[in-house]
């Protein structure tokens, strides 16, 4: 197995590779979508523009500066964490869950209301299902890929010998 010379070098690309394609489908959503229901396939995919100024599935709508703090919290500990971690596998998670919090993030300091307190612009709907965006999916993909490492037992990091 080949071994990088800056292996936390993949936080970096994934994490940036998920901001990039979530604040381009956020713009993209703002321009051409509305609060009315865009069918895509039928019922089952449907594009519809929300603003959530909650967490995920619009829950908690009054402690968004809260969720912003928690954010920069998780930014804060992967970027101290980033340099030890040797697991691939836990690089790449690592990376999702940053862009993905760093996506939101954005929004909440960026848009409207204002500074921490912005509104997350949400925008893929499925069927019984809260309406999502590419950062939502990033962290939920680092939340499962943590769940199944740590299931095959598989640490972030390995003891030099």
């Known amino acids: 197995m080949r071994r990088f010379k800056f292996p936390a070098r993949s936080i970096w690309l994934t994490a940036w590779t998920i901001w990039l394609f979530d604040f381009a489908s956020k713009q993209w959503a703002i321009s051409n979508l509305?609060?009315?229901?865009?069918?895509?396939?039928?019922?089952?995919?449907?594009?519809?523009?929300?603003r959530n100024s909650g967490a995920a599935f619009s829950f908690a709508t009054g402690f968004t500066i809260i969720f912003s703090l928690l954010a920069i919290a998780v930014i804060v500990t992967i970027i101290r964490f980033a340099s030890v971690i040797?697991?691939?596998?836990?690089?790449?998670?690592a990376g999702l869950l940053l862009g993905g919090v760093l996506g939101n993030l954005t929004d909440?300091?960026?848009?409207?209301?204002?500074?921490?307190?912005?509104?997350?612009?949400?925008?893929?709907?499925l069927p019984h299902w809260p309406?999502?965006?590419?950062?939502?999916?990033?962290?939920?993909?680092a939340a499962t890929t943590a769940f199944v490492l740590s299931v095959r037992n598989i640490p972030p990091t390995t003891a030099v010998r």
Do not use: C, M, Y
């Open 86 to 93: 040797t697991s691939q596998g836990w690089l790449v998670t």
């Open 34 to 50: 509305s609060a009315t229901p865009k069918e895509v396939v039928g019922s089952l995919l449907r594009f519809t523009l929300v």
């Open 131 to 141: 309406i999502f965006n590419i950062a939502d999916i990033a962290i939920f993909s």
């Open 108 to 125: 909440r300091i960026f848009r409207t209301p204002g500074f921490l307190t912005g509104h997350v612009i949400d925008w893929i709907e």
